[in-house]
C-alpha cells in the first residue's frame, strides 16, 4: 500500500504543480522541485524507499529519452539555412567554454577537488527542452533568435550528458586503485567513447527511424498501433545504443526525432501529439522523482558560496560563453545578449547529478555528498531567475511582448476585417491569414497585417511572426477545416487561447461530426456562427465600442444599448477579453465593450457618439 500511495502521489504532485505553475504564470519546474522536496525529504509523505529501487535510473533514462525525442520532433534542417554557424558554435564552443569556466566556478567557489570541479562543470553545461521550450512558447521571440535557442537547449542535452559521462569515466580510469593509467590513456578513453556515442547514434537512430516511417508509409500497422510503434522503438533504439556506450540513448532519441521530423513520406503529427501529452506527464513525474529523493542533511554542504556560484553561471559564464560562441556570426548584439540570459538547467542536469552522486563515493567521499544538492540548487536558481525574468529582457531587447494579448484572426473575409480593424484601433496586435488573395489585399488596404497563407502548412511558423499575439480566432466557414486548424496549432497556442465560430446558425458547434476535443472555444458564444456575423455586418449591423461608466451584466447591457446589441470582446487596459462558450466576463467601470448593433438602433440611443474608425462609434452609456 505505501508503494501504491507514493505512485499516486508523485502522479497527482506532477500533474498539480504545473496546473498551478499555468494558473500563476510561473516557472513549473521550480514548482515541481519543491513539491517533490516538501513530500520527500521534508514531510515524509512519500516514502524514501519506494524512490531507492533498481527500477529508478533505468525509469528515468528512458523518460529523458523521450522527451529529447519530442525535442528533436520540433527540429527543422531547413531552419540551420541562416543560423546554422550560431548553433553549431554553441553546442562546439559554447559547451566548452561553458565547461571549463563552469569547473573554474566550481573549484573557486564550491571548494572541490579539480576532478570533481571538472564534472560538475561537465553536469551543468545542459539547458534543455524541458525548460527552454516552456519559455520559448511563453515569449514568442521574434525572429531567428527563437530558432538558435531552441536548437540549443533541445541539442546541447545529449551533448552535455556524454560530455559529463566521459569525464566520470576519465576520473574512475584515473583514481581507480592501483590503477597505472596516465593523461594519453584518459585521453584516447574519452575519444573513443565520444567516437561510438555519435557512431551508435547515428546508425541505430537513423535505422529506428527509417523502421517507423518504412512500416507507416506502407501501412503494416493499423492507425491505433503508430505511438505504440514508435514508442518501442524509440525504447529499442535507446536500449541498444545505451549498450554500446553509457549517455549514447540521449543522442539517439534526439537523432530520431530530427530524421522523423525532416522525412516527407508520413506525417508525424499525431506521434508528435502523443509524445507531448506524455513529456509533461514524464516531466512531471521525474522531478518529484528525484527532488523526493534529496536528504536534508546533505545540504548541509552548500550555502552561501552556492549563491555565489548561480550569479557567476548567469553574469560570467554563460555571457562568455555565447560571446565566443557568436563572434563572426550574423547575430546582433540584441541577439547575443538575448542568448546570454538564456540558459536555466533542467532535468538531464538533475537525473545525471543524482546517479553520479553514488559512483563518486569511492574517489570523493566527502565533497561528492555535495555535488547533488549543489546540482539541485543551481537549477532552482537559474530556472528563478531566468524564468521570471526571460519575458522583460526579451520584451526590452524588442524580441517579444511579456504579456501576448494579441489575436490572430484565420478567415480574412470583409466582415472579419472590420473587426480585426476596431481591435487594432484599440491598441490590440492582430494578424490576419487566408488563402485567399483578394481578402489579403482588401486587409492590407485597410492597413491590416495580413497574409497569403494555408493556416494547416507545417512551415506556418516561418511565414508568420507571432510575437505579442496569444489568442487563436478560426472565423472559416468550414467546421472541419476549422477543427483541423484548431488542433494544428494547438502546438503553439495554449487550448484556452483557441477559439472556433461555428459555420452556420442553428447547429449546436458541440455535437456533430467533430469531437470536443478536436476543436477550439465556441467564439462568442452559442448564438454566433459565421453566417450570422457575415449577414449581420453585410446589411444593418455595425461594429461599435462603448465604455461602461458601472458593472454591468449582460442584461444591464443590452438594456442600455438594445436587446440586439451582442457583445464580442472588452478591452481592460492592455487585457483583451473573449466572450466565447467557456467565459463569459462581467464588464466593469473603465472596460471598453467591442460589439455588434443595428446602425438604426444606435442612433436612436440619447449619447453623443464619436467615430473611432470607419463603420465603428464610439458610445458613451449612460450612467
Given at each position: ?64 529519452g523521450i522527451i529529447l525525442f519530442e525535442g528533436g520532433l520540433n527540429l527543422r534542417l531547413s531552419e540551420l539555412r541562416e543560423v546554422g554557424a550560431p548553433i553549431l558554435n554553441l553546442i562546439t564552443i559554447g559547451v566548452l567554454v561553458t565547461w571549463l569556466a563552469g569547473a573554474g566556478a566550481v573549484y573557486l567557489i564550491e571548494d572541490f577537488r579539480p576532478g570533481l570541479s571538472l564534472l560538475t562543470g561537465a553536469i551543468l553545461v545542459v539547458t534543455g527542452p524541458t525548460v527552454i521550450m516552456p519559455l520559448l512558447r511563453e515569449i514568442r521571440p521574434e525572429g531567428r533568435i527563437g530558432v538558435v535557442a531552441k536548437w540549443e537547449g533541445i541539442t546541447i542535452d545529449p551533448i552535455g550528458a556524454i560530455l559529463a559521462t566521459l569525464v566520470l569515466e576519465v576520473l574512475l580510469l584515473l583514481y581507480e586503485p592501483g590503477s597505472a593509467a596516465g593523461a594519453v590513456a584518459a585521453t584516447l578513453r574519452v575519444l ?432
Amino acid at each position: 500500500m505505501t508503494f501504491l500511495f507514493g505512485v499516486a502521489l508523485i502522479l497527482i504532485l506532477g500533474v498539480g504543480a504545473q496546473w498551478l505553475a499555468w494558473q500563476y504564470n510561473l516557472p513549473s519546474i521550480l514548482l515541481l522541485l519543491v513539491a517533490g522536496f516538501m513530500a520527500g525529504p521534508v514531510f515524509g509523505l512519500i516514502d524514501p524507499a519506494v524512490l531507492q529501487g533498481k527500477w529508478v535510473y533505468p525509469f528515468v533514462s528512458i523518460s529523458i529519452g523521450i522527451i529529447l525525442f519530442e525535442g528533436g520532433l520540433n527540429l527543422r534542417l531547413s531552419e540551420l539555412r541562416e543560423v546554422g554557424a550560431p548553433i553549431l558554435n554553441l553546442i562546439t564552443i559554447g559547451v566548452l567554454v561553458t565547461w571549463l569556466a563552469g569547473a573554474g566556478a566550481v573549484y573557486l567557489i564550491e571548494d572541490f577537488r579539480p576532478g570533481l570541479s571538472l564534472l560538475t562543470g561537465a553536469i551543468l553545461v545542459v539547458t534543455g527542452p524541458t525548460v527552454i521550450m516552456p519559455l520559448l512558447r511563453e515569449i514568442r521571440p521574434e525572429g531567428r533568435i527563437g530558432v538558435v535557442a531552441k536548437w540549443e537547449g533541445i541539442t546541447i542535452d545529449p551533448i552535455g550528458a556524454i560530455l559529463a559521462t566521459l569525464v566520470l569515466e576519465v576520473l574512475l580510469l584515473l583514481y581507480e586503485p592501483g590503477s597505472a593509467a596516465g593523461a594519453v590513456a584518459a585521453t584516447l578513453r574519452v575519444l573513443e567513447g565520444l567516437s561510438i556515442a555519435i557512431a551508435a547514434s547515428l546508425v541505430i537512430g537513423g535505422i529506428a527511424a527509417a523502421a517507423i516511417v518504412y512500416t507507416l508509409h506502407r501501412r503494416l500497422v493499423p492507425g491505433y498501433l503508430h505511438n505504440p510503434l514508435t514508442l518501442t522503438l524509440l525504447v529499442a533504439a535507446f536500449v541498444g545504443a545505451e549498450a554500446l556506450q553509457h549517455e549514447a540513448g540521449l543522442l539517439t532519441a534526439t537523432v530520431m526525432g530530427v530524421a522523423l521530423a525532416n522525412q516527407s513520406y508520413v506525417p508525424v503529427n499525431r506521434i508528435t501529439e502523443f509524445k507531448e501529452n506524455l513529456q509533461v506527464l514524464l516531466l512531471g513525474v521525474l522531478f518529484i522523482v528525484l527532488s523526493a529523493r534529496l536528504d536534508l542533511a546533505t545540504f548541509e554542504y552548500v550555502g552561501g558560496r552556492t549563491v555565489l556560484l548561480i550569479g557567476a553561471l548567469i553574469l560570467l559564464v554563460r555571457p562568455l560563453a555565447v560571446l565566443l560562441s557568436c563572434a563572426g556570426t550574423k547575430l546582433s548584439w540584441d541577439e547575443q545578449a538575448f542568448l546570454a540570459w538564456l540558459a536555466p538547467r533542467g532535468i538531464v542536469a538533475a537525473a545525471v547529478a543524482s546517479l553520479f552522486g553514488f559512483e563518486l563515493q569511492e574517489i570523493f567521499p566527502n565533497a561528492a555528498e555535495a555535488l547533488v544538492p549543489v546540482v539541485f540548487l543551481v537549477i532552482v536558481g537559474t530556472v528563478a531567475v531566468y524564468g521570471l525574468t526571460i519575458p522583460y529582457v526579451a520584451s526590452w531587447l524588442g524580441f517579444a511582448d511579456p504579456n501576448p494579448e494579441g489575436v490572430l484572426f484565420v478567415g480574412a473575409e470583409t466582415w472579419v476585417q472590420r473587426i480585426a480593424e476596431t481591435l487594432q484601433t484599440l491598441g490590440v496586435t492582430v494578424q490576419l491569414v487566408d488563402t485567399n488573395p483578394d481578402h489579403v489585399d482588401q486587409a492590407r488596404a485597410r492597413g491590416l497585417d495580413a497574409h497569403r497563407t494555408d493556416v494547416l502548412s507545417e512551415d506556418i511558423l516561418e511565414d508568420l511572426s507571432l510575437s505579442g499575439i496569444g489568442r487563436l480566432l478560426i472565423t472559416i466557414p468550414n467546421d472541419e477545416v476549422a477543427s483541423l486548424a484548431a488542433l494544428h496549432l494547438s502546438e503553439i497556442f495554449d487550448v484556452n487561447e483557441i477559439f472556433q465560430l461555428p459555420a452556420r446558425s442553428g447547429r449546436d458547434p458541440r455535437e456533430g461530426d467533430v469531437p470536443e476535443h478536436l476543436r477550439g472555444h465556441v467564439l462568442f458564444g452559442e448564438e454566433a456562427s459565421c453566417t450570422q456575423l457575415r449577414d449581420w455586418l453585410d446589411h444593418e449591423h455595425e461594429v461599435f465600442v462603448v465604455e461602461v461608466t458601472a458593472p454591468m451584466s449582460r442584461t444591464d447591457f443590452k438594456d442600455h444599448l438594445g436587446t440586439e446589441a451582442f457583445p464580442m470582446f472588452i478591452v481592460r487596459g492592455d487585457q483583451l477579453i473573449i466572450f466565447s462558450d467557456a467565459k463569459s466576463e462581467r464588464p466593469r467601470a473603465g472596460d471598453k465593450i467591442v460589439f455588434l448593433a443595428p446602425r438604426p438602433q444606435m442612433d436612436e440611443i440619447d449619447a453623443a457618439s464619436v467615430p473611432v474608425v470607419e463603420d465603428t462609434a464610439h458610445v458613451d452609456t449612460p450612467a
